[in-house]
């Protein structure tokens, strides 16, 4: 059996919920822990995602030696008893369920375990912008028009005055 944590970045996620809210832009991890026994050599992991598990997102093998490895925007970090999957550059398209497959490949008996699925829910970050900050230019633009319009008015107004005498 596997159980999971989720590791949720700006999220009070606790462990051995099933759904979990990341945000856009920022490092995002799950955690999944299974029981290593002694006898397992190889150890083949895989992330699916979809409701059918059709789209395999990532997939590793690993031996005794547990070295990390990377695959399509995933940092996979094995030990002993859990394997971390560490996320970036998600956006809101990535909202969707996810499930863990673990299979041990070496020595037999060959087993595959899966999780229930994990709901992953992302969501975009909202910058707050100060509105000193945001139109610097804008402003800038406006001054320069009221400076122009004044220096026309201004102008007309001395001509009419030269022609008048």
């Not at 560490?86 to 499930?99: A, F, G, M, P, V």
Request: hydrophobic share 35%.
């Amino acid at each position: 059996m596997i159980a999971k944590t989720l590791i949720c970045s700006f999220s009070d996620s606790s462990p051995l919920k099933n759904r979990c809210t990341f945000y856009a832009h920022s490092k995002n991890s799950l955690m999944f822990y299974h029981k290593f026994n002694e006898t397992i050599e190889e150890l083949k992991v895989e992330f699916f995602r979809g409701i059918n598990k059709t789209s395999s997102i990532c997939k590793g093998l690993f031996n005794a030696t547990q070295l990390p490895f990377d695959c399509n925007n995933f940092r996979v970090i094995p030990s002993r008893n859990h394997v971390t999957f560490h996320q970036w550059s998600l956006n809101e398209n990535d909202t969707d369920i996810y499930y863990f497959c673990m299979e041990v490949m070496y020595p037999p008996p060959y087993i595959k375990n899966c999780d229930d699925g994990t709901i992953i829910h992302v969501k975009e970050v909202q910058k707050e912008v100060n509105e000193n900050q945001k139109s610097p230019l804008s402003l800038l633009i406006i001054l320069g028009c009221i400076a122009a319009y004044s220096l026309l008015i201004t102008t007309s107004f001395l001509y009419m005055l030269v022609r008048q005498r």
